[in-house]
């Protein structure tokens, strides 16, 4: 099941769970005006009951937040303005720290068929805009530029843009080098299977009695 969300064949991390179970929730909603069935409500409440949890962790909201790929598309106006907020602030407070970041960058792999899970957020070339040197300024020149190719490597982005975007690429740093732990990973790739597996069941059905 795995293969339908690969990223380029790279170790999956915290940064992508969330784009993933909103990309679920927006399949799942589409299916829901096509078909009048029990299993979409069935999966729907599986997404509520086991994968909810993770959208309300701020570890990952950061870690979504801080990936050039997703940065703030997959979020509600509401959570937007939040983690800018929380963004600002650990931004300035990790500026601050001398300590320094080392990127373990992975290897680089032909990019495979972008996965229609993510059609729902914008994907643009990135542009150079300079807004300022300060770090405010700097953040929103970060979450204000397009986001990059699913098969972007996030942390080749930072390592390219440390000095541009000093205390954020720190902050890059130490989320996006947070595995995702087997258990929501596990939980998203057995709801997703379901939803196309008997999403073309469906399908099949529905066309054979036609």
């Known amino acids: 099941m795995g293969d339908r969300f690969n990223t380029g064949g790279k170790k999956v991390t915290a940064s992508v769970v969330l784009p993933i179970v909103r990309g679920l929730r927006t399949e799942l909603a589409k299916l829901e005006k096509i078909f009048l069935s029990s299993f979409v409500a ?4 599986s997404l509520d009951s086991r994968l909810s949890q993770y959208e309300e962790d701020l570890t990952f ?3 979504a937040a801080l990936d050039p790929r997703w940065k703030l598309a ?3 106006p509401e959570e937007s303005a939040n983690l800018r907020k929380i963004i600002f602030q650990k931004a300035n407070e990790i500026a601050v720290d001398s300590t320094v970041c080392v990127m373990t960058l992975p290897e680089q792999s032909p990019p495979p068929k972008r996965s229609a899970l ?3 957020m914008e994907v643009s070339p990135i542009y150079g805009t300079e807004l300022g040197t300060n770090t405010i300024d700097k953040i929103e020149e970060y979450l204000n530029s397009p986001c990059l190719s ?3 490597e996030p942390l080749i982005f930072w390592k390219n843009n440390q000095y541009k975007y000093e205390g954020l690429s720190k902050l890059a740093c130490k989320y996006l080098q ?3 732990s087997s258990a929501p990973v596990e939980r998203i790739f057995s709801i997703a299977g379901r939803i196309f597996v008997r999403t073309d069941v469906v399908y099949l059905t529905t066309y054979s009695k036609s």
Do not use: D, G, Y
């Not at 069935?42 to 409440?45: A, G, R």
């Open 42 to 45: 069935t999966l729907k409440s």
């Open 61 to 63: 909201q950061l870690a």
């Open 150 to 152: 699913e098969f972007t």
């Open 74 to 76: 997959w979020c509600t």
């Open 118 to 120: 993510f059609n729902f």
């Open 178 to 180: 947070i595995p995702a």
